[in-house]
């Protein structure tokens, strides 16, 4: 995952953080979004090495393939950080670019 700072409503060229996933989940069964079946998958941060400011809005990104598929979808879901495993509610929401 990268997070840029914002610019005008655009987000910087340069990512001012960075991180790997500590793990990635596949989620059991499948998910339908406008139509289409998905399959779904977590990308878990437990702990990144940084601090982001309050007030400020900042853009996330991470990649996604779609297995070389012309139908490939790929969703932005977030929700509050929770290494334990507790369940949280979950927003989902289509990429920007």
């Not at 700072?5 to 655009?10: D, F, I, L, Q, R």
């Not at 400020?56 to 853009?59: D, I």
């Not at 991470?62 to 070389?68: K, M, P, V």
């Given at each position: 995952?990268?997070?840029y700072?914002?610019?005008?409503?655009?987000p910087?060229?340069t990512?001012i953080?960075?991180?790997q996933?500590t793990r990635?989940d596949?989620?059991?069964g499948?998910?339908?979004?406008n139509?289409q079946t998905?399959?779904?998958?977590?990308?878990?941060?437990?702990?990144?090495?940084?601090?982001?400011?309050g007030g400020?809005?900042?853009?996330l990104s991470?990649?996604?393939?779609?297995?070389?598929?012309?139908?490939?979808?790929?969703?932005?879901?977030c929700n509050?950080p929770d290494?334990?495993?507790r369940?949280c509610?979950?927003?989902l929401n289509?990429g920007?670019?």
């Open positions: 995952m990268e997070i700072s914002n610019a005008c409503n655009k910087e060229l990512p953080f960075t991180a996933a990635v596949s989620l059991p499948t998910l339908v979004y139509g998905l399959r779904a998958y977590k990308l878990v941060f437990c702990d990144p090495p940084w601090t982001l400011s400020q809005t900042y853009w991470t990649g996604a393939t779609s297995g070389g598929s012309l139908s490939g979808v790929s969703l932005f879901a509050a290494c334990t495993g369940r509610d979950t927003r289509p920007s670019s």
